[in-house]
């Protein structure tokens, strides 16, 4: 029987969902979904200065809005800690570990001379082979790795390709604490192995942990994970991401604006391809997903191509969906309430749905959306902006006037009809089209550029709409 694929998610919870780690998230889970696995949660909590049950929940938060979900429950690595202590027990017994009673100003003064003597700053195995009899009273031991002296320790990876790191550079690394605590090295590889996990995909910037990691498994009889590290993403300039290009957690692009499929898509473009796809659907990527086309070479994060992938998502999703997105990114925004508390009266949903099919054509992110859509709520008579301000001279006034009494008399409130009611009293005036549209524009939006003039009539309703017009009339 062919062995189930396991991929895990082990963020830390010390601050947002980076995009890097919903990337590393949307690979992992790609992976296994495509090979009919799980992808679990852990989340590396060891660290209980800097981890916070805030950082936690947005985590959770981020990755459920990106749609990528994780089977069972998330696990904490602080609450193995016993499970943890009691594998290095095992080591010890085994000879694979040793205490080491060195105090931090013997390490420290190991390090130094090794830099005298142009070696890298590793301990020296003073303990390594010393009885406990000759033990210090007063020093709490550290527990570390026997690592082999001499070979080497391979890492076929499944993007980087084959690794080989002599074991002379490996030190005997700690594994226990004095404070009886583990490191991050040992409690990873104790939690994979327990988590069954097949595969270990993660940053590229975890790839030196790979073979110390590799050391920890062999020391104990275990399977070693498959591994694949994939490579960081860029800002536009070719520096890591960071804050100073601007957003770097998820719920920072939510906040933009941005559709979770659309940054799915975009994620899995960055560092991934399959042929010349740009646009694919969660099944698509699904079905294609395959680490061998995962590049070795950083992946530069574009933005305006994000927008413009955003603007496709806005067109092409359904309008009932497009609200159920809309009012996430509302719950979130500043000044999203108001807008959200006005859907939630009467026919108002309907109203907005009503507009959607118009207000998504004309934008790339739901910010612009919201901005678009705003001339549905607002209260007369409306706030004019500077640009319709130009627009309602005395002459826009009088047209205006002429259009209530024309748009009064239509006998049926449709697009089609509409807009042969305004041209048809176009060409009866002799004035341009855009004479007419846009007075009108700006009556009703309060706004001198809008969606389409009939999407907003047609919106906005008889009564409403004719209102608007007559509050600007001469």
Known sequence: MPQ?????????????????????????????????????????????ARST??????????????????????ISQASRVERHKEVV???????????????????????????????????????????????????????????????????????QGRVVIPNKDLDDFILLRSDGTPTYMHAVVVDDHDMAVTHIIRGVDHLTNAARQTLIFKALGWDVPAMAHIPLIHGPDGAKLSKRHGATGAEAYRAMGYLPQAMRNYLARLGWSHGDEEIMSLDDMIKWFGLDAVGQSAARFDFKKLENLNGHYMRATGDAELLDHWKVYLAHAEGGQAVLDWLAVGENASTALTALPGLKERAKTLVELTESASYLWRQRPLDIDEKAGKILNDDAKAILADLHMVLSSAAEWAAE????????????????????AQPLRAALTGRGTSPGIYDVLIALGRQESLSRIQDQAA
């Open 89 to 159: 027990e095992q080591m010890l017994a085994n000879g694979t570990a040793y205490y080491c009673y060195c105090s931090p100003e013997e390490i420290n003064a190991m390090r130094e001379k090794a830099r005298a003597d142009g070696k890298p700053p590793r301990y020296d195995g003073t303990w390594r082979d010393r009885d406990a009899s000759e033990a210090p009273e007063d020093v709490a031991p550290v527990v570390r790795i026997k690592a082999p002296l001499d070979g080497e320790t391979v890492v076929d990876d499944l993007v």
């Open 4 to 48: 189930e694929i396991v991929t895990r998610f082990a963020p830390s919870p010390t601050g947002f969902l980076h995009i890097g780690g919903a990337r590393t998230a949307l690979f992992n889970w790609l992976f296994a979904k495509h090979h009919g696995g799980r992808m679990l949660l852990r989340i590396e909590d060891t660290d209980r």
């Open 53 to 74: 049950q805030e950082a936690v929940d947005a985590i959770l938060d981020g990755l459920s809005w990106l749609g990528l979900d994780w089977d069972g429950d998330p």
């Open 417 to 436: 009809p509409l807009e042969a009611a305004v041209k048809t009293y176009a060409e009866e005036k002799d004035l341009k089209l855009g004479k007419v």
